[in-house]
């Protein structure tokens, strides 16, 4: 998909986004550097947790569909990068070999108020594995505006 | 440190934690995986971007934040998980060699109502480089409470 301008994003739009599986190497090695804990680096210390087994880091899965979604190119190069994420949510465990399918909503666009090059897209992420919600989350993202004619 | 039960922690309680260093290979190796942007992973595309040069993916930031302080030990196996993360904001870039120290405060600390062995802690997570403020966000995590006399 083509990078895409603020204004041809409206509220309601959704995106999918390919599938992805996370191995129990992968949990393992996101965790050792970015969450340490029993439940998400030993494979055999997590059967003794209230998880009974390994499960993913929470930080592993929001990251993973975040890059899911960016893989798509829609925002490319007229991403400015983002000041903020709320109301992350994480419903279920995501354990070795789970699929993940994250699908991406439109909530709000609107122009900045102060930099008319730009403007501002918020988007709720949702992820599920066999159809059951494991996480969400919302993030806001300044964005590029269409170039207006004037200054071409 | 030696991990605390629910009842060992205190609204207004400061822990801090170690000091870490991003390198730029850190920065690229984690974003080709969770945040592919030019501005994440490519050093000299990332110069013609808004930041003029490689910048951390802000799930980076965070969870490398979150990792140091599980480091101290203090939650270890008295931690349940976490089922939300709030108000995650990012107030300025971090750079490849940027050192970043967290602190991490207790914000609440309340029992679970419909599980006696359980109690909840909300924690507030502030990360600066060189005393300036890069990224902060809101915690919330199922904490084991203290084994009651009864059931020794």
Redesign the interface.
């Known amino acids: 998909m083509a990078a895409r301008y603020l204004e041809e994003f409206t509220v309601g739009q959704v995106f999918d986004t390919e599938p992805v599986t996370l191995s129990e190497a992968d949990l393992i090695a996101f965790a050792e550097?970015?969450?340490?804990?029993?439940?998400h680096t030993d494979p055999q210390g997590a059967k003794d947790?209230?998880?009974g087994g390994l499960?993913a880091?929470?930080?592993?899965t929001?990251?993973?569909a975040?890059?899911q979604f960016?893989?798509i190119g829609i925002?490319?190069?007229n991403?400015?990068?983002?000041?903020?994420?709320?109301?992350?949510?994480?419903?279920a465990?995501v354990r070795p070999g789970d699929t993940l399918v994250t699908t991406a909503e439109v909530l709000e666009v609107r122009k900045s108020k102060s930099r008319s090059d730009r403007g501002i897209i918020r988007m709720q992420f949702l992820t599920k594995v066999d159809g059951r919600e494991v996480s969400r989350?919302q993030t806001t993202t300044f964005l590029r505006r269409q170039p207006s004619e004037d200054a071409a």
């Open positions: 550097r970015y969450d340490p804990q029993v439940m947790t209230a998880y499960i880091s929470g930080h592993q929001i990251g993973t975040f890059a960016i893989k925002f490319a190069e991403s400015l990068g983002g000041p903020a994420m709320d109301e992350v949510r994480w419903a465990p989350f």
